[in-house]
């Protein structure tokens, strides 16, 4: 009788074990795909950039939610992609006009994502002079139905000009 329990307390350690291994690797795998996601996802923001680079405000339309939304640094929440190109149109038609980012990092849970980073925008002044603009932005990513991420919302404020080294 005394083999038995002793078997049985075997058993249900070994049980145990293979069941928390079970549930740590699993874990591990979530943690695994997510951090591949957030790769994906840093990769797919400098595209972004990049296509708005060179196609302005359809290119950033183009990466944007249906319902997706800005939260502009000094202006009111602008929803809905008709409205953001209405809001970005005369931005990007602006004489010498041009806005980059940088991404820093990114994160994802589940369908949801956000990537971080700095940005820089110049623009011809009236006096005929670049006007350059430095800030920082997060972006919330959400991943649509069929499985493509979209910005849901992007927030972006204004930061002094980064200082330069001596």
Do not use: H
Not at 57 to 62: G, K, L, M, P, Q
Request: proline letters at 4%; aromatic letters at 12%; hydrophobic letters at 40%.
């Amino acid at each position: 009788m005394r083999i038995w329990t002793r078997f049985g307390t075997a058993v249900a350690i070994l049980g145990a074990a293979w069941i928390g291994f079970q549930l740590g690797a699993a874990r591990t795998a979530a943690a695994s795909a997510e951090k591949d996601q957030a790769k994906t996802l840093l990769d797919m923001d400098r595209k972004f950039d990049e296509a708005t680079f060179r196609n302005g405000v359809d290119a950033w339309i183009s990466y944007c939610a249906e319902d997706g939304m800005l939260l502009p640094d000094g202006s009111a929440i602008v929803a809905g992609r008709e409205a953001i190109r209405k809001y970005l149109g005369p931005r990007f038609e602006a004489p010498g006009f041009t806005l980059r980012w940088v991404p820093i990092d990114a994160y994802v849970s589940g369908d949801l994502g956000y990537t971080y980073g700095v940005w820089k925008s110049s623009r011809q002044g009236e006096d005929g002079k670049p006007e350059v603009s430095y800030g920082k932005y997060v972006t919330l990513w959400r991943k649509q139905y069929n499985g493509v991420w979209r910005l849901a919302l992007d927030i972006g404020n204004s930061s002094p000009a980064p200082e330069t080294r001596k």
